[in-house]
């Protein structure tokens, strides 16, 4: 399955710029781009002959600006015309926004003065997202931009150009558009009465007829268009679309319908709903442009993809962090690579894993490469070298709070897997190499040749990039394609339901203060 996290707009949306966001996972080329403060002087004391009172420095009165007193926020003023119109907007744009579920509100009753404000708190959530910034954890490492959305809602109002602003709110990114006609596809599966729990029965194999084959057509079909929905063999085109499903929901796309294939066809439509809306709320944490070049990797789905432009030129697997160890959300930039690193062991892997292996069996962490460091206060840290570091033969720097990185490994196998969230919050890469090359490819001492000179070596060597590369670690359990076929990963970590409950509570907070 091609996955989409997101395509730039082709149509213009703010300032007349043409929007860049996220692709599909292809292949090709990279272009080249991208006060001192001084002490009071003390006079010399008298001779002691000749007692003294020295009297203490005076300090100069320093009068502190006032400020002024800040201007009155004025509303823009609706015409009769223009309520109405406003309100028919915002009820359908918080139902196509995914901020609320059901029918659209009734808000014709509602005063031209509140109809301002709620258009103000529509366009806040619509761009930027719904959260305070004291609701953000730790690791959801991006924050949304500020935003006022008063100037550009008076201009719409004095120009009558209501429904224009409104449209212009939502992120300019076609990843985002794409969960949008996502959304309004499960809401229309939703109102037909969504689908029944598949039950596996063993007519459910390739080449067998019966009723477990007719109920999984049916719900195949709810979800891709391109399943019959009615018969009751399992013939080539059905095992095609169970492969299809299966690649949709992160699994072994091996046509066969076992436990995992039924648990995903089973999850609730509401809840599918749920999980769209979730990523669309973090879709506008970005910034309104992103760079030229860019490196994103999608945690929950262990993937990276290098963009040059809107056109994807590199994508490979990832491993990041289990559960417990979760890779953060986080925006930086890539400055250098460091070839053939060593491992300096966080104190927590060598406490809870390392050093109890050594206790074990002794001799394990010589055998391994490891060197045992003083660290002069009566601590000791690990650092295995560079022969049989577990960062392989490159990592990739780029600062953040959280101090992890993207790097090689040895242990390859790993990515095998279609569960591949296994670090220890590091992303560990299937082809660091290519990655490498296209990250100096603009840095004329880091040339192939010169880089496979030091890795052959040994010696450890930082390569500083000519031009830093913008890298993004995002959370994506739902993407979709332009046809709004959306693909679904497991909410490994639980941060859709931690972000679905921050929004209900916030939301709640503010409806209270409102009745107020």
Known sequence: ???????????????????????????????????????????????????????????????????PPAAPVTLPTLSEAQARQLAQLIARDEIAQGLRQGAPRDLSASSPEALVRIALDHAHAVHVGRLDPNDFQRDW????????????????????????????????????????????????????????????????AYGKS?????????????????????????????????RRAQRRYGLNPVGTVGAQTIAALNVPVATRMRQIAANMERWRWLPDHLEQKRVQVNIAAAVLTVFDGDAPVLSMKAVTGRPGNETPM??????????????????????????????ANPGYLKRSGFRIIDTGNGGK???????????????????????????????????????????????????????????????????????????????????????PVAVYLLYWTAFANADGVVGFRDDPYGWDATLASKIEARSAARQSLAAR
């Open 330 to 359: 986080l925006v930086s930039s890539i400055h250098s690579v460091v070839l053939n690193p060593p491992w300096n062991v966080p104190e927590s892997i060598a406490n809870k894993e390392l050093w109890p292996k050594e206790k």
């Open 381 to 467: 840290r690990l650092q295995q070298n560079s022969e049989k570091s577990a960062l392989g033969r490159f990592k990739f720097d780029f600062p953040n709070d959280f101090a992890v990185y993207l790097h090689d490994t040895p242990a390859q196998s790993g990515f095998s897997r279609f569960d591949r969230l296994a670090s220890h919050g590091c992303v560990r890469l299937e082809k660091p190499a290519d990655l490498a090359a296209l990250m100096l490819k603009t840095t004329p001492d880091w040339q192939p040749a010169a880089v496979d000179g030091v890795l052959a070596s040994g010696k450890t060597v930082r390569a500083t990039m000519a031009e």
């Open 210 to 242: 019966g009723p477990g084959v007719a109920a999984l057509r049916q719900r195949l079909a709810m979800e891709d268009p391109a399943v019959t929905a009615t018969g009751n063999r399992f013939d080539a085109a059905l095992l095609d679309a169970v």
């Open 141 to 204: 490492g991006i924050r949304p931009q500020s935003y006022d959305p008063l100037p550009a809602l008076a201009e719409a109002v004095k120009r009558d150009r209501l429904a224009a602003w409104i449209a212009s709110l939502p992120p300019p990114y076609a990843g985002y558009d794409a969960l949008v006609a996502g959304l309004a596809r499960y809401r229309a599966m939703a109102a037909a009465g969504g689908w029944q729990p598949l039950v596996a029965t063993a007519d459910m």
């Open 1 to 67: 399955m091609t996955i989409w996290d997101g395509r730039a707009r082709s149509s213009v949306r703010r300032h007349g710029a043409r929007a860049i966001g996220f692709g599909a996972l292809l292949a090709t080329s990279w272009t080249s781009a991208v006060a001192q403060v001084v002490p009071p002087v003390m006079p010399a004391p008298a001779p002691a002959t000749t007692p003294q009172i020295v009297p203490p420095p005076v300090a100069p009165t320093v009068m502190q600006p006032v400020a």
